[in-house]
């Protein structure tokens, strides 16, 4: 059974039964910039680890 392709891809894209909206606005908060933050610290010490171990 082959379903008909949606008209409008932005309303009725193959996203919309999952709930994705790539439409979104994105909302950043402090635990973004923490979580980014922490990265690039184990970032940096495992790079540190690597040349001075």
Not at 15 to 39: C, E, I
């Amino acid at each position: 059974m082959v379903r008909p392709r949606p008209t409008n891809h932005l309303t009725r894209g193959h996203t919309v039964p999952m709930g994705f909206n790539p439409q979104r606005q994105h909302r950043r908060s402090a635990w973004d910039l923490a979580f980014v933050a922490a990265a690039l610290a184990a970032s940096a010490a495992l790079l540190i680890w690597a040349l001075l171990g």
